[in-house]
């Protein structure tokens, strides 16, 4: 199974975009799907993430209100809505997955890149 990543741009602050994550074999064979980025410089952060059934987020605290996670099953789809975008957004956004009976997030796609201008 893959994932890959998608929606990155350059767009001014205040602006909105959609990142989606597709998984080549389907969400269903994972946990939890998440995202995250990473700014230059920057250690890897988490972003939010969302249980194969769709019912539980999370969100990291400087997203909250801004972000939206989901997810379509029927397209195999995970999306991040990023709403009121800041320059301190701008990042490598990264989609991950944890597998059943496992800690960590094990599969991870490629990067998009978010870059907000002020």
């Known amino acids: 199974v893959q994932l890959q990543a998608s929606g990155g741009g350059l767009v001014p602050t205040g602006n909105s975009l959609r990142l989606s994550c597709t998984a080549s074999?389907?969400?269903?064979?994972?946990?939890?799907i998440g995202w995250f980025r990473q700014a230059p410089g920057s250690e890897r952060e988490f972003v939010a993430s969302?249980?194969?059934?769709?019912?539980?987020?999370s969100y990291t605290e400087s997203v909250k209100g801004r972000f939206t996670i989901s997810r379509d099953s029927g397209k195999n789809t995970v999306y991040l809505q990023m709403n009121n975008l800041k320059p301190e957004d701008t990042a490598v956004y990264y989609c991950?997955?944890?597998?059943?009976?496992?800690?960590?997030?094990?599969?991870w796609g490629q990067g998009t890149q978010v870059t907000v201008s002020s």
């Open positions: 969302i249980t194969r059934s769709g019912v539980t987020t």
């Open positions: 991950a997955a944890r597998r059943p009976g496992r800690n960590e997030f094990s599969v």
């Open positions: 074999g389907g969400i269903f064979g994972f946990i939890v």
